[in-house]
């Protein structure tokens, strides 16, 4: 993978476009993230490669946000989207674009960006905990002055870290919940953008009583305070 550019930079001075926001089943929609793209009056559009949208090119983007998806692998070589996916995110990356990789979409951006799949570690399904690092606890986006972060997790596969990239998060049982390369490229193995009203959207597809309402409010106004930072220019 060649060296890649500061983020940054390269983004203040880009025209100003459509962000993508991929989508890769209907009911695990945009959730907060839409909210947070609403704030920083940041046009944008959903792409559902899994319907048929074609996937967009990186130079007619101003950002590109990846979204989860309960099945399927991020290294895929036969799904033609998921390829078409993971090369559109490097070309992001190698452009400076901000990007974000929201859980499956945190895996494609590892891949994408030279790290793996790990198929084989224990599944994560539920409200649940992410330790911060000290890297994390300092990050522009990420940081909290609590080590311990209350997030939603849904995710039988993980990652590793691609060369270059900052480890920001793990979880109890040591597997990778957040890393950024650059300034302005953040993989979150959790789901960022849980409120209220998607808890209610992807309550059947989770185990009974793993979404209680305190743990969404609180997961959703940490929630709320990345994405707001993420989306502010560096």
């Known amino acids: 993978m060649p060296d890649l550019p500061t983020g940054g930079a390269a983004q203040r001075h880009r025209p100003r476009r459509n962000w993508a926001v991929i989508q890769h089943v209907d009911y695990d929609g945009e959730g907060a993230i839409g909210h947070a793209l609403r704030r920083a ?9 899994f319907r048929g949208d074609p996937v967009p090119r990186a130079a007619d983007l101003s950002g590109l946000i990846v979204l989860g998806a309960p099945d399927g692998s991020a290294d895929d070589r036969g799904c033609q989207h998921l390829v078409a996916e993971r090369r559109l995110i490097a070309d992001a990356v190698g452009l400076g674009l901000p990007v974000l990789g929201v859980c499956f979409g945190a895996q494609l951006l590892a891949v994408a960006l030279g790290g793996r799949v790990i198929s084989d570690g224990l599944p994560e399904v539920g409200m649940g905990a992410a330790s911060l690092t000290a890297a994390g606890r300092a990050d522009r986006v990420l940081g909290s002055a609590a080590p311990d972060l209350t997030v939603l997790h849904w995710h039988r596969h993980s990652y590793t870290l691609p060369r270059g990239a900052v480890r920001l998060a793990t979880s109890s049982s040591g597997i990778e ?5 650059n300034d302005n490229v953040y993989g979150l193995q959790f789901h960022v953008e849980i409120n209220a009203e998607l808890a209610r959207a992807i309550a059947d597809q989770m185990p009974e009583g793993a979404l209680a309402s305190d743990a969404v409010a609180r997961a959703s106004a940490w929630g709320n305070a990345v994405l707001d930072r993420f989306l502010a220019e560096p």
């Open 41 to 49: 009056e940041c046009p944008w559009v959903s792409v559902r490669p």
């Open 177 to 181: 919940q957040a890393f950024r390369v």
